[in-house]
């Protein structure tokens, strides 16, 4: 069974520091793919960033990064120079990509708290 | 191109009311999924649907709720005799493919029930 691990219930990073959230993963597809969404104190869940299993490439996405280690099995998701906005919940999610019992699912961890002093 | 929409935002109900929480899929998705999410908890997968089609229903409880999606429509998660447990966020997302790409949530259905 397919299961997503995050290990950090809150982080706290300085305004304009980098900061990682770890995540990582377990599945025995060989085609899957990884997701970070954040979802503000609002409550609505916002797309980030998306890593195929097969891309070579680490994904980027303007101020986030995704630090793709396959053998490791994590998808840690770094976001550089901090703001005060980024102040909210980051959620990580796999979604397997082939077969046919394929549903397209996301399964997701159960977050990281993180908060951004000014 | 407007996102997926869910209403109402926010609903309350008594114990034993019926709630129904509607969501249109942004234009051009036929996938649609059904999430919940207790407070400080991730997202629990309810229900995958394709148009007039449940598709994989493994996450929904067995008794009081039901989810379609018609030809014509919003999709609607239905959730009879409501109890106190069943106040969540429940969240639909959709997609344009099962592959290679994120699933686009709307605001979500907040739900208390009294």
């Known amino acids: 069974a397919q299961k997503i691990t995050q290990t950090q219930p809150g982080m706290f990073v300085q305004e304009k520091e980098a900061v990682t959230l770890d995540c990582t993963y377990d599945?025995?597809?060989?085609?899957?793919?990884l997701f970070w969404y954040k979802q503000p104190s609002s409550g609505e869940m916002i797309f980030l960033i998306y890593q195929g299993s097969y891309d070579e490439q680490n994904a980027t996405e303007g101020r986030y990064s995704l630090n793709f280690q396959k053998a490791r099995k994590s998808a840690n998701l770094v976001i550089s120079a901090s703001q005060l906005g980024d102040s909210a919940m980051y959620f990580c999610?796999?979604?397997?990509?082939?077969?046919?019992?394929?549903?397209?699912?996301?399964?997701f961890g159960q977050g990281t708290t993180l908060q951004v002093k000014p | 191109n407007a996102g997926v929409m869910q209403n109402p935002r926010h609903l309350v109900r008594r114990r034993g009311q019926e709630a129904r929480l509607r969501c249109s899929p942004m234009k051009g998705h036929s996938h649609v999924y059904w999430y919940r999410q207790l407070p400080e908890e991730g997202l629990k997968f309810m229900v995958y649907l394709q148009k007039e089609n449940i598709i994989d229903e493994s996450g929904m409880p067995k008794e009081r709720f039901s989810a379609e999606f018609p030809k014509e429509g919003p999709s609607i998660l239905r959730i009879q005799q409501v109890v106190r447990g069943d106040s969540a966020a429940y969240f639909c997302a959709s997609s344009p493919t099962r592959y290679n790409s994120p699933l686009h949530f709307g605001n979500g259905t907040r739900l208390t029930v009294t």
């Open positions: 999610a796999m979604r397997e990509e082939r077969g046919s019992s394929n549903t397209g699912k996301l399964i």
């Open positions: 599945t025995s597809d060989q085609s899957y793919g």
